[in-house]
């Protein structure tokens, strides 16, 4: 069989790069984070369960209110009577039986007004605080989502550099490898040099692999929050400033949190809700006072009736609870341990969230300087790189010092790029505990992003990634130029 056969390996191996460009030219734009995040604020499965809930919660205003408007019953009847006498007296009255057939109809007309119910008053201020608390919930999971989309989508950023790092790691000891074995096979080096090698390979090609494995798994994730699959996002500018948060202050961002963040003002909102639970529970002693009219109508066929009936009352009706066998007493017990269990939630969100902003200052001032700090790695550890390939030259150092010099180099590559992507979302999430995250951050954010550079994912199935295994062969994931 000729090596020009479609089925060559040869054949194959020129024919792949001309696939991967066909098919990364003929994609559909790559989507950036802003688009993504408009298809999770429609798509996603949380927040439409948080608005339908905050819709539920609304609509119970209206239910809570409708107690304390006017109450309008209408009854009618039609009835057939059917009615059979029988009478029997003393010696001198006799018998008598009679029966008696007719129709009746009857209708009646109820008007109720509530002129002073405690109760219902305090159930309708119940609901419109329940409203309220409903409504910051709704927005917390809102700028939740934001971060959410905005973490799954750098974490896709993150895997791809990892993964690039990886293979660059594969292909230069792979050189290394090959050099050894040439070395050796000319009697230039022993035998160790090459396990040395080869040792360092696998392991590099192992990392390269479970790289692979993350990448896929952080498109799923963000598929997870929208419920749409997306092959290709745009990748993140080198020039993203790396700057520190502003305001400056770290007490600036606590005060902003205690006053913004929506899960601390839920908390304060659940307290008013307990306390007007207490304020119902009272209104179990106090009376009510209503107005009423009616109107009722009735009318027969009857033999020995005529006409018909109707009559109409105005009036007023109090009531005065006395003793319900300490029931309401309980229930104002009941209500004011609740009150004081949401007073304790709130200190403990309130608490919880003026930690959780400081944590994030500081981790983010800190991401500042270790961006910077793993920048001046890559340099260091190239420098030392090309410093250990002299010595390997002359001889002053081994095939393993190499090695190590050259997983340093890649491994902070790596961690440059894990630096860089963890301040970016560092400060996003710091904006959210101080509740100031919203769509402008995220459209801020956005135009950091390269339309230029993206990231595409190829699956397995598709042809990619790990079916190959040499490492010039493989189209995982290609950071493309679009024209």
Same mark, same amino acid.
């Given at each position: 069989?000729?090596?020009?056969?479609?089925?060559?390996?040869?054949?194959?191996?020129?024919?792949?790069?001309?696939?991967?460009?066909?098919?990364? =030219?003929?994609?559909?734009?790559?989507?950036?984070?802003?688009?993504?995040?408009?298809?999770?604020?429609?798509?996603?499965?949380?927040?439409?369960?948080?608005?339908?809930?905050?819709?539920?919660?609304?609509?119970?205003?209206?239910?809570?209110?409708?107690?304390?408007?006017?109450?309008?019953?209408?009854?009618?009847?039609?009835?057939?009577?059917?009615?059979?006498?029988?009478?029997?007296?003393?010696?001198?009255?006799?018998?008598? &039986?009679?029966?008696?057939?007719?129709?009746?109809?009857?209708?009646?007309?109820?008007?109720?007004?509530?002129?002073?119910?405690?109760?219902?008053?305090?159930?309708?201020?119940?609901?419109?605080?329940?409203?309220?608390?409903?409504?910051?919930?709704?927005?917390?999971?809102?700028?939740?989502?934001?971060?959410?989309?905005?973490?799954?989508?750098?974490?896709?950023?993150?895997?791809?550099?990892?993964?690039?790092?990886?293979?660059?790691?594969?292909?230069?000891?792979?050189?290394?490898?090959?050099?050894?074995?040439?070395?050796?096979?000319?009697?230039?080096? +022993?035998?160790?040099?090459?396990?040395?090698?080869?040792?360092?390979?696998?392991?590099?090609?192992?990392?390269?692999?479970?790289?692979?494995?993350?990448?896929?798994?952080?498109?799923?994730?963000?598929?997870?929050?929208?419920?749409?699959?997306? /092959?290709?996002?745009?990748?993140?500018?080198?020039?993203?400033?790396?700057?520190?948060?502003?305001?400056?202050?770290? /007490?600036?961002?606590?005060?902003?949190?205690?006053? &913004?963040?929506?899960?601390?003002?839920?908390?304060?909102?659940?307290?008013?809700?307990?306390?007007?639970?207490?304020?119902?529970?009272?209104?179990?002693?106090?009376?009510?006072?209503?107005?009423?009219?009616?109107?009722?109508?009735?009318?027969?066929?009857?033999?020995?009736?005529?006409?018909? &009936?109707?009559?109409?009352?105005?009036?007023?009706?109090?009531?005065?609870?006395?003793?319900?066998?300490?029931?309401?007493?309980?229930?104002?017990?009941?209500?004011?341990? @609740?009150?004081?269990? =949401?007073?304790?939630?709130?200190?403990?969100?309130?608490?919880?969230?003026?930690?959780?902003?400081?944590?994030?200052?500081?981790?983010?001032?800190?991401?500042?300087?270790?961006?910077?700090?793993?920048?001046?790695?890559?340099?260091?550890?190239? @420098? +030392?790189?090309?410093?250990?390939?002299?010595?390997?030259?002359?001889?002053?150092?081994?095939?393993? /010092?190499?090695?190590?010099?050259?997983?340093?180099?890649?491994?902070?590559?790596?961690?440059?790029?894990?630096?860089?992507?963890?301040?970016?979302?560092?400060?996003?999430?710091?904006?959210?505990?101080?509740?100031?995250?919203?769509?402008?951050?995220?459209? /801020?954010?956005?135009?950091?992003?390269?339309?230029?550079?993206?990231?595409?994912?190829?699956?397995?199935?598709?042809?990619?990634?790990?079916?190959?295994?040499?490492?010039?062969?493989?189209?995982?994931?290609?950071?493309?130029?679009?024209?």
């Amino acid at each position: 069989m000729s090596s020009r056969e479609p089925s060559s390996p040869k054949f194959r191996l020129r024919l792949l790069p001309v696939l991967i460009a066909a098919a990364v =030219t003929s994609q559909a734009h790559a989507a950036d984070l802003w688009t993504i995040t408009q298809d999770a604020l429609q798509n996603n499965a949380t927040l439409g369960a948080s608005q339908s809930t905050f819709q539920s919660v609304d609509a119970g205003r209206d239910v809570a209110r409708g107690s304390l408007l006017p109450q309008i019953d209408a009854t009618a009847q039609v009835a057939h009577n059917n009615t059979l006498e029988s009478q029997e007296g003393g010696t001198q009255s006799g018998v008598g &039986n009679s029966e008696d057939s007719y129709n009746s109809t009857s209708a009646g007309l109820e008007l109720t007004q509530a002129l002073y119910d405690a109760t219902s008053w305090a159930e309708l201020e119940i609901a419109k605080r329940e409203t309220g608390q409903q409504a910051l919930l709704l927005q917390a999971d809102r700028q939740q989502l934001l971060y959410d989309v905005a973490s799954a989508y750098f974490e896709i950023l993150r895997a791809n550099d990892v993964l690039e790092a990886s293979i660059s790691q594969e292909k230069a000891i792979k050189r290394q490898l090959d050099q050894a074995q040439e070395q050796f096979d000319v009697g230039l080096v +022993a035998t160790t040099d090459v396990n040395e090698a080869q040792a360092s390979y696998d392991l590099a090609r192992s990392q390269r692999i479970s790289a692979e494995n993350d990448l896929q798994v952080s498109f799923e994730a963000l598929e997870r929050l929208t419920g749409k699959r997306y /092959d290709s996002i745009d990748a993140l500018s080198d020039d993203i400033p790396i700057e520190s948060p502003e305001p400056a202050g770290r /007490d600036n961002w606590i005060q902003m949190a205690i006053a &913004n963040n929506p899960s601390v003002q839920a908390a304060q909102a659940a307290v008013d809700v307990s306390r007007a639970e207490v304020d119902q529970a009272e209104a179990g002693h106090k009376p009510t006072l209503s107005a009423f009219a009616n109107y009722n109508y009735s009318d027969s066929d009857q033999d020995y009736l005529d006409g018909h &009936n109707a009559d109409t009352q105005v009036g007023l009706q109090a009531s005065l609870p006395i003793y319900s066998g300490g029931t309401t007493s309980a229930q104002v017990r009941q209500q004011t341990y @609740s009150l004081e269990a =949401t007073q304790y939630d709130f200190e403990a969100q309130r608490r919880d969230t003026t930690q959780q902003v400081r944590s994030l200052f500081t981790q983010v001032m800190n991401d500042v300087e270790s961006v910077e700090a793993q920048r001046q790695a890559i340099v260091s550890n190239r @420098s +030392a790189l090309e410093a250990t390939r002299s010595g390997y030259e002359v001889g002053t150092r081994n095939i393993v /010092d190499v090695l190590d010099a050259e997983q340093s180099l890649y491994q902070a590559v790596s961690d440059y790029a894990d630096a860089r992507y963890t301040y970016v979302t560092d400060m996003v999430e710091l904006r959210q505990q101080a509740g100031v995250l919203d769509q402008d951050v995220i459209r /801020d954010l956005n135009q950091w992003l390269r339309e230029t550079q993206t990231v595409t994912l190829r699956l397995p199935e598709d042809g990619g990634m790990s079916q190959m295994d040499d490492i010039g062969e493989r189209p995982t994931m290609e950071q493309s130029s679009r024209p």
